[in-house]
Every structure is written in structure tokens, then in C-alpha cells.
């Protein structure tokens, strides 16, 4: 497997580290979107969200949410932050290894959401609603 998160993590490749405990490490992205934008990983590899024990997954919210209020209130002053988690190919995932963006914004950084918003009628909304229900475990 052939995992740069993992070499991160392992020690084995370098890396610009925020946060680091025994199941989490928060470091900085190497392409930033904007300064300050960096990277929570959980320790434990999991290429998806589907692998992810859940655990690990509230240990990396946590820290994300973390990190995003010191990007807010601590001397970078962010004035807001985006949280982003890109699962699948089809999502814009091009590694493997669950990662959460967490994002610094200021007014006019030139970073955002650029798709169009759909208006679904309220029975569309409670059909697509009734299939996701349905899949759940």
C-alpha cells in the first residue's frame, strides 16, 4: 500500500505538525487552498469513510473543530473556516487515507463552493430521504 498519510504518520516523511496525539495527527497541506489550511488525519489508515472506525472519526472531528476555532480566535483570526472531507474518487478524494481539510477563510481569498444549488420539490426531498433512510445500518 502505497500511503503518504501513513508515511506522515509513521514519521517516515516529513511533515509541518499542528496536533499530534495517540490517534490523531493535524498537519499542514502541502497545496494550500489558503494560508493556514492543513490536514487531520486519524492514525489508524482508512482509505474511506466506510472503513473508518467510528472512534477515530469523532477523534478527528474533534481536533478539526479544535484547530478551527484557534484558526478564529487565536492570532491567524480567520474570519470563518471550512471543514471538507472528500470520500471517493467522484468526490475529489486523490488520497486514500480519510483526511479533513480544515480551511481558514477571509473575504475575497478567492476559495469556495462553486457548484449551482437545485430547488427539489418538497416529494423529491422525502423520496430521496426515504431511500438514504432505507440503507442505513
Known amino acids: 500500500m502505497n500511503c503518504i498519510f501513513c508515511d506522515i504518520v509513521s514519521g517516515r516523511s516529513d511533515a509541518s505538525v499542528v496536533h499530534e496525539d495517540d490517534d490523531v495527527m493535524a498537519f499542514m497541506d502541502i497545496r494550500p487552498w489558503t494560508s493556514g489550511h492543513l490536514l487531520v488525519v486519524p492514525k489508524r489508515h482508512a482509505s474511506g469513510l466506510a472503513d473508518l472506525d467510528p472512534g477515530d472519526g ?3 472531528f474533534a481536533v478539526g473543530q479544535r484547530i478551527a476555532t484557534a484558526l478564529r480566535h487565536g492570532p491567524m483570526r480567520a474570519q470563518g473556516v471550512n471543514l471538507f472531507l472528500a470520500d471517493g474518487i467522484a468526490a475529489g478524494q486523490e488520497v486514500f487515507h480519510v483526511h479533513l481539510h480544515v480551511v481558514p477563510r477571509t473575504a475575497g ?8 444549488p437545485k430547488s427539489p420539490s418538497r416529494v423529491a426531498l422525502d423520496q430521496t430521504a426515504g431511500v ?3 440503507s442505513l445500518t
Open 132 to 134: 438514504i433512510r432505507s
Open 109 to 116: 481569498d478567492g476559495f469556495g463552493l462553486r457548484g449551482m
Open 58 to 60: 469523532a477523534a478527528v
